[in-house]
């Protein structure tokens, strides 16, 4: 509660608040209430505020205070209706709700009771009637009688008050506790009990370490009232101290405190864990006994760096040192970084950031030793005419032109540009940091001589479409792949392709047959033929089924999913398989700017790796490409930017139906259906296939235990054991694509199917054969199948054909 205060008194009115106080009265010097006729500079008494409530000390013993007519001697407490006589002044103390008057008046002392009474005059004698005179009583009976009036009268009163008022007990904790009641009409304390007349009064509570308690009590009439109050304890005042004096978080029992406006904390009495944290120390930790009861107590913590001294240094020097992006300043430089796992950032116009990951303990100071900054990268552009220029910077082959590429500054590189036709290009460079060049090269056309030889006479010749003039004889072509076409009525026409080369002269001879004689030919041709070649150099194999093949898994196989249902196919047309995979350099030959790219921190570009992030639809673009080159028909369409199989099925290259795959990889050389691309159970014991292994293990969960084949992405084809005999990769590496459009075949264990080509149409094509990326035993079985509609880093393709 917040009270006013009004002061009257012969200078007028004024008005106070308790943040005034207190409140001096004396001589003019002390101006608070000033008391007329006392010495400027003497102090009589003052008032002050305790919790809430007002007390009056008395300042100067020799002068006497009465405070409701019994002399002041300690402080008092000023209660609504006090009267203090201060010298010749009275000061009247009232309470009104939120107001508190007080008014200063001179004081007079009323002595006319102190004096005796005065005699009663006889009445003068008169000349008229006689009067008999009366005796008067005696003076000492009139005073008996009186006292016996008033005695009466006081038993009377005494009788009435404690037939009114009702007796009130307090039992207090702690007993020693302080207790006023105030109220009107006053409070009699009698006996160890109060009495009080009905109504409502102000109990006031007070006990040297506890809180004090204001509250209001409602006395009613009728017998005694017992009433307990408990007073609650003060908590102990704290004050930690900490060396170095810095700011710090305070925990109690784990529980985060805050000081009060003292800087002290409040702590209750009893056993407490303290513990002290601050952000660049270490926390310290402290198990007090706080005395309590409004005590004070004080602490002192010794705090230990929670950092270390760490010197850096750079070459050049001049370097930004951040530490967790925080600026610390430049090289070189002794910064004190806090522990714990940072991150230490050196930068500078014109070179390559470098940044460092170092954990950090406190006082175990460390150097990190001069760091080579490297100047930042050049840009270089490169462009052609034409363009499709492979380029190469040392050995690192970087894309097709146009290009864009960084590249070290400072630093000579050769610059290599090839174009199958055209004379290569080498320039020698040197780039400034930040620098960009752009190099425009005009590619020259290169020319290797052939000398061609036709038969029967009378023969027609096209090279790439278009009629020569030359039948026989030297011609001078580009060293591009040129399609020579020799065709005559009556003979089968004979179409090769061949890339002429620069400084080598090439004798080709083409003689043509007759109708009748290529049908016969053809025969033997897939009786004795064995093997074949693509125009790019690719070797094929002739594969020729005898039996049935059961196809999918048991479903008691271990690691079986449910899409390998067991099918029964049976294989009657012969058809030539790939030995390899198709490669990066295969595939270029078809599109310059592909780029196999990376996965996992592996380089997947290698000219002799499996070409892998290629789609579907490109691999039997690559297949018709092939075709193209040997006059066969194409086994592939393209229908608004979809390649689709041509019904019915071609002598063209495409790419292995699931049923051949499965054959070749499954049963061929074997009495039954292989379970592994190896001997024996998972996991192989020997170095069989590209598999996910310790290579890979810390990007990829599920890896052949106790296996490494010694690379962590692709590897050059052919570099593992052919299994079968003569085909390479066809359980690891890269996986493949299949001719088939994906589908489940539930039901058809026992139901012969010749030469399935799999559905017409379909959203996904099939994949078959486990890749660089595959561990599990459900992967490397040589049943499991996948499917996909896109690429992916670990996808290839082998390419096939029927014979006939």
Partial sequence: MSRDYFIIDAGGERQLSELELPLRIG?????????????????????????????????????????????????????????????????????????????????KLDIEDLRPPKQAQTAAPTDTLPVATKNPAPKGSQRIRRSMLAFVAVLVLVAAYLLLVTSVVFKLEPPATELELNGFPPVISFGG?????????ELELSSAGYASLTTSVDIAYGPPMNLSYALVELPGLVRVNTNPSVQVQLFVDELEVTAIASGQYELTRGAHSLRVESERYLSQQLEIEIDGFGAEQEFTLALEPAWAVVAIASAPAGADVLVDGVVQGITPLSVEILQGQREIRLQMPGFKPVTIFRAVEPGQNFSLDEIQLEPVDAQLTLTSNPSGARVRIGEKYLGATPLTVAIAANTEHKLHLSKVGYLSNDQTLVLSPDEERTIATQLILEYGTVFLKTQPAGASVRINGKQS????????????????????????????????????????????????????????????????????????????????LK???????????????????????????????????????????????????????????????????????????????????????????????????????????????????????????????????????????????????????????????????????????????????????????????????????????????????????VIRGASWRHGSITELRLSYRDYSSKSRPDLGFIIARYAE
């Fill in 469 to 548: 003039k030359q039948v026989n004889g030297r011609l001078s072509l580009q060293t591009i792949k040129q399609t020579i076409k020799v065709s005559k009525p009556g003979f089968v026409s004979k179409t090769i392709t061949l890339t002429p080369r620069a400084g080598v002269s090439q004798n080709i001879n083409i003689t043509l047959v007759s109708e009748q004689q290529k049908q016969a030919q053809k025969k033997q041709e897939v009786v004795t033929k064995g093997l074949l070649s693509t125009a790019s150099g690719q070797s094929l194999e002739l594969v020729k089924v005898q039996g049935n």
């Fill in 193 to 201: 009990s109060y009495l009080a007349f009905p109504g409502n009064y």
């Fill in 551 to 765: 196809m999918g898994a048991s479903r008691r196989d271990a690691g079986r999913r449910a899409n390998e249902s067991q099918r029964l196919v049976r294989l009657q047309r012969p058809f030539y398989l790939a030995h390899k995979e198709v490669t990066n350099a295969d595939f270029r030959l078809f599109k310059p700017s592909h780029n196999s790219g990376s996965a996992d921190s592996a380089q997947l570009n290698g000219e002799q790796h499996p070409v892998v992030n290629v789609s579907w639809d490109d691999a039997a673009r690559y297949a018709n490409w092939l075709s193209r080159q040997q006059n066969l028909p194409l086994a592939y369409r393209e229908e608004k930017g979809r390649m689709l199989a041509v019904s019915p099925i071609t002598t063209g290259y495409r790419l292995p139906t699931e049923a051949e795959w499965a054959w070749v990889a499954r049963r061929a050389g074997f009495a039954s259906e292989q379970r592994y691309p190896w001997q024996g159970g998972y996991p192989p014991t020997t170095k069989s296939g590209n598999y996910a292994d310790a290579e890979i293990a810390d990007t990829l969960a599920d890896v052949v235990p106790n296996y490494s084949d010694g690379y962590r992405g692709t590897a050059p084809v052919g570099s593992f054991p052919a299994v079968p005999k003569g085909f390479f990769d066809l359980g690891g590496n890269a996986a493949e694509w299949m001719h088939d459009n994906y589908a489940i075949y539930p039901g058809e264990a026992t139901r012969l199917v010749t030469d399935p080509l799999g559905p017409v149409s379909g959203q996904h094509h």
């Fill in 27 to 107: 001589g003019r010097k002390h101006a608070g209430i000033i008391i007329p006729g006392v010495a400027n500079e003497q102090l009589l008494a003052t008032i002050a505020l305790d919790n809430g409530h007002a007390y009056i000390q008395p300042a100067d013993s020799s002068v006497s205070i009465f405070h409701n007519d019994e002399r002041l001697l300690d402080s008092a407490w000023l209660k609504s209706g006090d009267q203090v006589q201060l010298a010749n002044s009275l000061l009247s103390w009232d309470i009104r709700g939120d107001r508190v008057l007080i008014k200063l008046e001179p004081h």
